[in-house]
């Protein structure tokens, strides 16, 4: 399978968007782990329509004015991983979940920390929303973006849509 991708600048910093064959295969972070994916980047093509769809969509949601995605994905890992990447998909623009909610509602309730596993492997990452996922106390817990861009993206979300990112 081929990849390709492009950069685009952002409110939370520079994002990598990588386009597989079926659709967008990953979001990635400027100082992303390169262990915490396995999509290769491969070849840049700024004029991709997968990665021009993302990079319109995520301009969207940063301004205010997209609330959900429609951007197909080419997601790739267990079929654990994508289980609990399609729940966070189910995850409402505004609101959070726990990780012990998500595995729940997977039907495995004691899988919580694999839970935290796979969100924290998510390759889509704002799209499939793992910074919508807080710790049970209520507390914001790790983030491949870190954990002011977390803070960032979910006051976006619980603000009254205003344009603004901050």
């Not at 950069?7 to 295969?25: E, F, H, N, Q, R």
């Not at 290769?40 to 329509?49: D, K, L, Q, T, V």
């Not at 595995?103 to 799209?127: D, L, M, Y």
Request: charged content about 20%; glycine content about 12%.
């Amino acid at each position: 399978m081929e990849y390709y991708h492009k950069t685009m600048a952002s409110p939370v910093g520079k994002l990598t968007l990588i386009a597989g064959g079926k659709g967008l295969a990953a979001v990635l972070w400027e100082h992303d782990d390169p262990r915490r994916v396995k999509v290769p980047a491969g070849a840049e093509m700024s004029e991709h329509p997968v990665l021009l769809a993302a990079e319109r969509e995520l301009n969207e949601y940063f301004s205010g004015r997209r609330s959900s995605f429609s951007i197909g994905l080419d997601l790739t890992g267990t079929g654990f991983q994508k289980q609990i990447w399609e729940a966070l998909l189910t995850i409402p623009f505004g609101e959070t979940r726990t990780y012990g909610q998500i595995a729940r509602q997977i039907g495995k309730p004691a899988a919580v920390r694999a839970v935290g596993g796979a969100v924290n492997k998510n390759p889509v990452s704002i799209i499939a929303p793992c910074h919508r996922v807080i710790g049970a106390s209520g507390q914001l817990t790790g983030f491949a973006g870190g954990l002011e861009n977390k803070a960032a993206l979910l006051r976006l979300e619980s603000a009254e849509t205003t344009g603004t990112f901050f």
